[in-house]
């Protein structure tokens, strides 16, 4: 037998689908000489202190730094995982081969890596690799299965980051927690949260510090033209008076007028990050939020996988566009017009250099259907994205008008389309708006001017007052991780800047929603700020290198170049171990003001009492936590969670799958694994009736029925 092993039961029956593997059985498929079976996410992690030496379960200062002699990995202790791991071990042992069907990217060749290490698989193993999951996309992937051996290199990238976390985390955590927290407090640091919440903590303190000052311009209107005087902004409203009379004893002359033939290039294909920036922009949606509705959209087959920082297609693919765009038949009317020529090998779209494992975030064509509201929302972004690259430039006229007035220097911009071309595929939308930028007035046409006019103008001053910077969006702060905190505007910089970007863009949701469950960043409207525990804890920390974005982008440039072969592992591990050990002795000769903990902030949401079932936190919060069985459950703003959450993560919560849950049900989960019938769950775009249950990884899914 072959042995196919997905990363979830989903997949899964979607891969046996197409091998022929018909048979249900305990926890696989079988069938047509295949088994198909499944993990559901992290069945393995590295192992905790305590596993190493009993003494390390206890946060001593004087037991850092925590450098084990060499890093285990263990089974997740969970009934759900053991049972399922059994299942995946026996299949394994009696395999003739066994295919690696995990997720295409680091984390999912890191997990399968862990369970095939942990199962002692001794069967050769080969890798399906693929984009998307299609029928077509899966037969393909089948009919050239490659060697494991070939991402050797993309596990040991993955390993590197798993090492480095926990280096970092566990070590940087407990030893800024006893050296200056208060009380029961836990001071969380990591290797990408940390310089994250550095870069909002320094936003915060620009804001903080900005004392708004007045100013005063000259403008004046000729021809019902406003000019504005380029001399630096007046500082005294007596000098702004003084050029005002001055102006008055002048005519306006024209000196210059230059109108320019130019274009404004397509907008590029979206890779994760891009389209978390727009789906934030257009309608507020978190990091989080967008990656979980784009994931569901590539489960449900509509998109090609989405975790990707690539906004460039393989040359490959150039023959399969014209089909794709055939089968969108939702956006036929806006497709019409592409397909009436070849569609174009445009350089900006096809490039094999730059295209890793994966290509761009597209539409696979599949009809999209059932589909809530948000999921559609994604897939229009995707879709009209994938539209607007092949359509013509946007032609357009930049018209600047410069005169005088005696001495005194004036100058008008005016913008101009001239032919729509891909913006016609957003005719609907408001205009467009630059990333930390308010909206852009409409464009503004200019008439023609001669040179040497002149005529009488209407002078004025106009009084303004300086704006503090802006604080980071969601939007805006995706952009800062991705290029290290630098403003970059350019498409072609920020590529040769991903490389040095902090995090991946599959774990900066996470980094950011974790900032926010700690307490350390908190949003109001779209903004986000720093709060007082978070400038607490960055004005603490001393070394330079755990809040630099540059720094940590150095750590992603040689993940990256670990992954590509170019860097060696161990050397890796061995610049953190000693960057530990520097750490650890540097903070326990410091001395600095200890830290409490912001408390909690009560749920922003009030929902009417339901007399029924009265809350009863008493109740829940002294219910151990299922995962560590260690600390226990702690009610937050939106979740109940593990009191010690900041190393073992696990958490509920209140609403999930559309509904509000009841103490009960809350307990029954946390106690039973499992709560009883509800009805109405909404799930794959419908509702059902069935248990919430937690999985092997601790997360809650639904058993229908």
């Known amino acids: 037998m072959k042995v196919c092993i997905a990363e979830k039961p989903s997949v899964a029956r979607d891969i046996a689908e197409v091998l022929g593997a018909k048979q249900r059985k305990d926890g696989y498929y079988e069938g047509n000489g295949f088994q ?57 042992s009696q395999s003739e081969e066994v295919i690696n069907c995990g997720d295409a990217g680091q984390e999912g060749e890191l997990i399968q890596r862990w369970v095939l290490l942990k199962a002692k698989c001794t069967a050769p193993v080969k890798r399906l690799w693929i984009s998307s999951l299609t029928e077509e996309a899966i037969r393909n992937g089948f009919s050239q299965l490659r060697e494991s051996s070939q991402y050797d290199n993309l596990y040991a990238a993955g390993s590197a980051r798993a090492i480095g976390d926990w280096l970092l985390g566990m070590n940087a955590t407990r030893l800024f927690t006893k050296k200056f927290a208060q009380g029961k407090a836990v001071l969380s640091i990591g290797r990408v949260q940390t310089p994250t919440l550095a870069m909002i903590v320094a936003r915060q303190k620009e804001i903080n510090a900005f004392v708004s000052a007045e100013y005063w311009e000259l403008k004046t209107i000729y021809k019902k033209v406003e000019f504005t005087a380029t001399i630096d902004r007046i500082a005294q409203p007596e000098r702004a008076e003084k050029g005002l009379a001055y102006l008055k004893e002048h005519p306006f002359e024209i000196t210059s007028f230059e109108r320019k033939e130019g274009k404004e290039g397509n907008p590029r294909l979206f890779d994760l990050t891009a389209l978390q920036v727009e789906a934030n922009k257009k309608y507020g949606y978190s990091a989080d939020d967008t990656l979980k509705h784009i994931q569901n959209l590539y489960e449900k087959k509509l998109v090609t996988y989405p975790r990707v920082d690539t906004t460039y297609l393989s040359e490959d693919l150039h023959p399969k566009i014209e089909g794709i765009l055939k089968d969108m038949t939702p956006y036929a009317s806006l497709i019409a017009p592409i397909l009436q020529k070849p569609i174009p090998k445009l350089k900006s779209v096809f490039d094999d250099k730059k295209v890793t494992d994966h290509h761009a975030i597209i539409p696979t064509g599949m009809y999209p259907e059932n589909l809530h509201l948000d999921e559609k929302r994604i897939y229009d972004l995707v879709a009209r994205r994938f539209i607007a690259a092949f359509y013509p430039e946007c032609k357009i006229s930049n018209t600047t008008v410069l005169g005088k007035v005696g001495q005194v220097e004036f100058k ?49 001053i106009h009084k303004g007052k300086t704006s503090p910077p802006k604080p980071y969006t969601e939007a805006t702060l995706l952009r800062a991780m991705e290029t290290a905190g630098k403003q970059v505007e350019d498409e072609e910089m920020r590529e040769l800047l991903k490389d040095n970007g902090i995090g991946r863009p599959s774990t900066r949701a996470n980094i950011i929603e974790t900032l926010f469950r700690r307490k350390y960043i908190e949003k109001k409207k779209k903004n986000i700020f720093a709060t007082q525990t978070g400038m607490d804890l960055i004005d603490t920390i001393q070394n330079e290198l755990l809040k630099s974005p540059e720094l940590t982008g150095n750590w992603e440039r040689k993940l990256r170049l670990i992954e590509k072969g170019e860097y060696a592992m161990e050397t890796f591990k061995q610049e953190l171990i000693q960057m530990v050990v520097d750490l ?50 702690k009610k937050g703003n939106t979740a109940y969670g593990c009191g010690n959450f900041s190393v073992c993560g696990f958490k509920i919560p209140f609403e999930i799958f559309g509904k ?15 709560t009883g019938k509800i009805k109405g769950l909404k799930l794959d775009g419908g509702e059902v009736e069935g248990k919430l249950v937690l999985d092997g990884t601790f997360t809650v899914t639904v058993e229908k029925g």
Not at 39 to 49: A, I, N, R
Not at 586 to 611: C, D, F, H, L, Q
């Open 660 to 674: 509000k849950l009841s103490d009960k049900q809350l307990a029954d989960l946390l106690t039973k694994g499992k």
């Open 412 to 460: 008008v911009t005016g913008k101009q389309i001239l032919e729509p071309g891909w913006k016609e595929v957003y005719a609907n939308d408001a205009p467009a708006q630059k990333e930390g930028e308010e909206q852009e007035e409409g464009e503004k046409i200019l008439p023609v001017f001669e040179v040497g006019e002149s005529g009488p103008h209407e002078p004025r």
């Open 584 to 633: 650890t002795q540097e903070v326990k000769s410091n001395t600095g003001r200890s830290i409490t903990i912001a408390p909690e902030a009560p749920p922003v949401k009030e929902e009417e009492p339901k007399p029924k079932a009265p809350k009863k936190t008493v109740e829940l919060d002294s219910l151990q936590c299922p995962k560590c069985k260690a600390h226990p459950v």
């Open 36 to 92: 198909v079976t499944w993990t559901f996410g992290h069945f393995c992690t590295l192992k905790e202190p305590h596993d190493y030496y009993e003494y390390w379960k206890y946060w001593r200062l004087e037991d850092l730094p925590m450098i084990p002699p060499h890093f285990g990995i263990k089974l997740i202790e969970n009934a759900g995982v053991q049972k399922q791991f059994k299942v995946i071990e026996e299949l394994v």
